[in-house]
């Protein structure tokens, strides 16, 4: 399994960013996929999320209503648009995945996942 995050760069506090990221080698039909986060001296932290098996999305508080998670399942892409962006959004973004079902809220901790990508800088600097 091989996931590759892309999109990534500098932007303007209240601007936006689309980050795509495309997997290979998956065939799973049940799967988590989810968007994390990594900021300088921090620990990585769960940004959006899905399930396969159920219709929720997870968001972290700080992003709800201005970040968006979606996926294109023929591309087997997901994306992560992100609306508003603040200097705290700062971080290198990760793309991550999980196979099998999962029943309630997307799995939104490092520990739950097994595949990951190679990260996107993305800056909000004025």
């Known amino acids: 399994v091989q996931l590759v995050e892309s999109g990534g760069g500098l932007v303007q506090p209240g601007g936006s960013l689309r980050l795509s990221c495309a997997a290979s080698?998956?065939?799973?039909?049940?799967?988590?996929m989810g968007w994390f986060r990594q900021a300088p001296g921090r620990g990585r932290e769960g940004v959006a999320s899905?399930?396969?098996?159920?219709?929720?999305?997870y968001y972290r508080s700080s992003v709800k209503g201005r970040f968006t998670i979606s996926s294109d399942n023929a591309k087997k892409t997901v994306y992560l648009q992100m609306n508003n962006l603040k200097p705290e959004d700062t971080a290198v973004y990760y793309c991550?995945?999980?196979?099998?079902?999962?029943?309630?809220?997307?799995?939104?901790?490092?520990?739950?996942?097994?595949?990951w990508g190679q990260g996107t800088q993305v800056t909000v600097s004025s």
């Open positions: 080698g998956f065939t799973f039909d049940d799967y988590a």
């Open positions: 899905f399930s396969t098996s159920d219709d929720r999305l």
């Open positions: 991550a995945a999980v196979a099998g079902v999962i029943a309630g809220i997307p799995p939104s901790e490092t520990f739950e996942y097994d595949y």
